[in-house]
């Protein structure tokens, strides 16, 4: 009886700590044990933790349920880290991409920077069972930016000029960010750059522009097709030693999954998708508008 | 990597990102929420004991706190806050007020129940002796009180210490940051490690209210408490008379 309240805390800890190890093995569950993935000709469409990659899959999975594919709508996944593994395990059958991050996710050496190397590049890394569609005009790359005040002060309008101040600036972004190249490894190991703290918060979401906008934090990584950008008079700090690549928005499949009526509907998607109309349909999401009502209208305004 | 080898590694337990300085983040949250909860919380709590007062309307919406999404709320905060506070302390701050709020509804009904249901006849005898009400309260139903406020500070430690791995999400340290990173980075093993962590804190912080309750808990009113319990009680309670019918 004396031993009653520790004993069942400790079962409790312990069931708590399976179900929590359980998540780690969760998406291989999902797959249903085989690689070949969901059931049937349905296609899982799954995206990122950020509002423009579930834009974009919204728009995918409309198009495709316009052209009579059956889909699956499994959204909100996580960081790339999380979400290509649940693609090659089958849990996933679809994801938007951008290509510069998805070839560094695969070959953190790569060089390439252009949107033509980098799909060359591409092509080849993509390991067996994932295939790509063609890619979209529509870029979305990671910026570093700092505010109007901060790039004054500190004389700013590249990467590079932050080499001999970092150490007083502190760094916002993702939790990923902490162990990507393509993140405060790639500044530290190509641009040299130390920061004083890497604080992180969402991936280029409301807690990362609200925490720049008020000086909590000086540096942050921020998506090009971000509308706050220019309606907060952000500078954009020039990429001069190329580490973030070309990051045109592309469809990756599972092969299984590939098929003419999937691939000519995405890329007539991909066609007619372009970086311009992505900042306008992020600044509609920013305000709140569903993200259905928003890829309806762009496919109706693009004649899809 | 596997859960065990992550725990086992060196590296993990050393350096301004390793294990212990974590857990050390994660208890001074912790401790700094729970201060605060009880400094709101045991003073409201024996007015409304004693007076009996507002009990309806303080202890209602107290109850009410603890339906608040933790996360949500953090995020809200957070929005709102960024603007006014400088500086860190804008990750700081709606951390701790998420962890306050869910802190103070244990505390507070601990304490008020405590003081109301402190051993009538002993309140009868004190007064019998010409204790003034206050002297009543300070040196009758306080300490009557004691095993339930005691319980309340322990649900709190408890729903506090599994909670505040929410810090994390605005950037903060503490055993969140295991479980928040290693969700981003795909890094399963960190991620259940961080969760290990967090209960076996947890367990550690149950000890140590056991152990409080024995040396903090007057013996007689434990003797009291065993002969004359007619209404069930807290588990600290319980585990205090086991313990001492086992004399």
Redesign the interface.
Known sequence: MRKLPLAALTAASVAAALVLTGCATGDQALSGGDAGGSAGDQIIIGSADFSESQLIATIYSLALQDAGVEVKEQFNIGSREVYIAALQDGSIDLIPEYSGALLKHFDAESKASTSEDVVAELEETLPEGIEMFEISEAQDKDILAVTEATAEQYDLTTISDLEPVASELILGGPAEWATRVNGVVGLRDVYGLEFKEFVSLDAGGPLTMTALLNGQIQVADVFSTDPALTANNLVALEDDKSLFAAENVVPVISSAKSSDTVEETLDAVSAALTTEALIEMNGKAAEGESLSDIARDWLDSAGL | MT?FEWLTDPANWTGSRGIPVQVGFHLLYTVISLAIASAIAIPLGIFIGFTGKGEAIVAGSANALRSLPTLGLL?LL??VL??VI???L??VVPTIIVLVLLAIPPILTGTYTGIQSADEAAVDAARGMGYTRTQILWRVQMPCALPLLISGLRGSTLQVVSTATVA?Y??LQGLGRYI??G???????Q??GG??LV??L??AL??LF?VLGKVLVSPGLRRTTRRRRTAPTD?AT??LT??TA?R
């Not at chain 2, 969700?183 to 093993?189: E, G, P, T, Y």
Request: overall charge negative; glycine content about 4%.
């Open positions: 859960l995020i957070f929005l960024a603007p400088a500086g860190q804008v990750f994390a605005l950037g928040i990173d969700r981003a980075q795909a890094d399963f093993a991620m259940a969760a290990l209960a076996l947890a367990l149950e000890l056991s588990t319980a585990a086991t313990l086992a």
